[in-house]
């Protein structure tokens, strides 16, 4: 008998182990015989398990952002913007500025405060 690579898209990390596992949600591996999975860089994401190019990883739209290794983007939460697809976070509303809504996607998103608020 011999040992088999995992294919690409899946990994194992554990000696004498029979069987690889797919690469999560936010993660691939192009090679065959991994170890690990590489990481979807912050700002980007990835629905696809067992996906095998990074290729996968697409950039967070305005108004939301992700951390590394993301399956999904977060919407910008109220106070907070981003401008830029591929945000790794979202910009706080300048000093007397709000928004009271998620997403937020430029800084017009931000309102002046009412005259008594900061």
Same mark, same amino acid.
């Given at each position: *008998?011999? @040992? ?5 898209? &899946? $990994?194992? *990390?554990?000696?004498g182990?029979n069987? @690889?596992?797919?690469?999560?949600a936010?993660?691939y591996?192009?090679? %065959?015989?991994?170890?690990? @999975?590489?990481s =979807? ?5 990835? %629905? ?5 190019s990074?290729s996968?990883?697409?950039p967070? $739209?305005?108004?939301?952002? #992700?951390i590394?290794?993301?399956?999904? =983007?977060?919407?910008?939460s109220?106070?907070?913007?981003s401008?830029i &697809?591929?945000?790794s $976070?979202?910009?706080s509303?300048?000093a ?5 809504g *998620? ?5 017009? #998103?931000?309102v002046n405060?009412?005259?008594?608020f900061?």
């Amino acid at each position: *008998s011999q @040992c088999i690579s995992c294919i690409a898209g &899946e $990994f194992n *990390s554990i000696p004498g182990s029979n069987n @690889c596992i797919q690469c999560s949600a936010g993660s691939y591996t192009s090679n %065959t015989g991994s170890t690990v @999975c590489s990481s =979807c860089a912050a700002g980007y994401y990835s %629905t696809s398990s067992g996906a095998t190019s990074s290729s996968t990883c697409l950039p967070c $739209f305005n108004g939301s952002f #992700s951390i590394a290794n993301a399956g999904s =983007c977060q919407l910008c939460s109220p106070g907070t913007y981003s401008n830029i &697809e591929g945000a790794s $976070f979202c910009k706080s509303c300048a000093a007397g500025k709000y928004s009271a809504g *998620s997403g937020g996607s430029s800084s017009d #998103s931000c309102v002046n405060c009412q005259p008594g608020f900061y």
